[in-house]
């Protein structure tokens, strides 16, 4: 079977600029405490506070929320459901609910930091828009109590091949390993129409810090192109969600404050990203094969800066079978890999027909899980 690619180029910047705020009839929203008693309020004296990076300004909240949706407006006119992970005390949210309600008729936020807890529930007595489940956005069990207890209810299902939901994930992603294995595993959740994808090609709009989105946006050939690169890449249109410009600098916008003597680009104190990404109509990654891609991608990956041809034997005993299944000449030619091509060098094509290959092949594992602590972290 021909294997046919459309690649697109990622994160094509185009200059935003937050339109004018949107005033609404309802009561002001319960404020935000002043910004200078914040690290009185919410001490970052533990790894998961420390790890936790959030939008602190008003003004830099309203430029984000004013951006998110412009690349995937509504088309019921209903306005969308917005799930928001990881808020923090909610300046986001503030400023998603000063947006109409043509834009977001409801704001279902998750959080289980009691801290933050303390600002957020005020805003579900102030608009009933708001609910607010006190359950931790990297649980698993989180997003099956949000089905459990129909809060998603009034979410129509929507054809997979055509429109886009009303449905709307926002998150920050937590500055730690575990906001890595996070994202990860949503755009892994795009080919099995798990999670919220259950519900069609749900729009994901994440702030993160530089190191994760120059992972995740890495282009063929780069020092950065990584497992996340190519399933990002595979899975979905990816998209600036605001100019990085509007939220600059990080000190002026975020919380917690710079870490001092700490030049890692994973901290708090980097320049913030964020990208809208909605899944493609088709995949490339068919649904049932997202394991063996993950593990053909993270054992090969171990060598990406080895030539192909080099790096089979990486996958399992006996594999460099596989530099015949490619590059044969009774093969024809749009279906044949470079060997000589770097791991990091392959582009989605590529990746395809290894992959293909690799699923013919009958001697392969049959058991695919990777310990990942034993895997390089820039796999």
């Known amino acids: 079977m021909l ?27 319960p404020p935000l405490p002043p910004q200078d008693q914040w690290r009185k309020l919410f001490p970052y004296v533990n790894v998961a506070r420390r790890d936790r990076v959030f939008v602190q300004s008003p003004q830099a909240a309203r430029a984000v929320a004013q951006s998110l949706f412009r690349s995937t407006p509504t088309t019921s006119g209903k306005g969308k459901v917005v799930v928001e992970a990881f808020p923090g005390p909610g300046a986001l949210s503030r400023a998603l609910l000063e947006l109409p309600e043509s834009t977001v008729r409801k704001l279902i936020i998750l959080e289980d930091d009691p801290a933050y807890l303390k600002y957020l529930h005020p805003l579900a007595d102030a608009d009933p828009r708001v609910t607010v489940v006190p359950m931790s956005g990297h649980n698993w069990d989180t997003y099956s109590h949000l089905d459990e207890n129909r809060l998603l209810g009034d979410v129509e299902v929507a054809p997979w091949e055509s429109s886009i939901p009303d449905l709307h994930f926002v998150s920050h992603l937590t500055h730690n390993v575990h906001g890595e294995q ?3 595993q949503l755009f892994r959740s795009i080919p099995e129409r798990a999670w919220l994808f259950q519900y069609g090609r749900v729009p994901m709009s994440i702030l993160m810090s530089e190191w994760v989105w120059s992972r995740l946006t890495a282009g063929t050939g780069t020092i950065r192109r990584c497992k996340l690169s190519v399933i990002g890449e595979a899975t979905a249109d990816l998209q600036d969600a605001f100019d990085p410009e509007l939220v600059a600098p990080y000190e002026a916008h975020f919380f917690p404050p710079l870490s001092r003597g700490k030049t890692s680009n994973r901290k708090a104190g980097q320049p913030i990203y964020g990208i809208t990404a909605v899944p493609y109509p088709e995949q490339i990654i068919q649904r049932g094969t997202t394991d063996q891609w993950d593990y053909v991608l993270r054992r090969l990956f171990v060598l990406k800066r080895t030539p192909l041809k080099d790096a089979f034997g990486s996958l399992a005993p006996g594999a460099t079978t596989l530099i015949k299944m490619l590059s044969d ?18 582009n989605i094509a590529d990746w395809a027909l290894v992959n293909r290959a690799f699923e013919a092949w009958p001697f392969k594992p049959q058991d695919l899980m990777i310990n990942d602590g034993f895997m390089p972290e820039d796999y």
């Open 329 to 346: 000449g009774t093969i024809p030619l749009d279906q044949r890999v470079n060997l000589s091509k770097r791991v990091n060098e392959l």
């Open 3 to 29: 294997v046919s690619v459309h690649v697109q180029r990622l994160c094509a910047r185009a200059p935003l600029r937050p339109s004018a705020r949107a005033y609404s009839s309802r009561p002001p929203l």
């Open 182 to 184: 996070l994202i990860a």
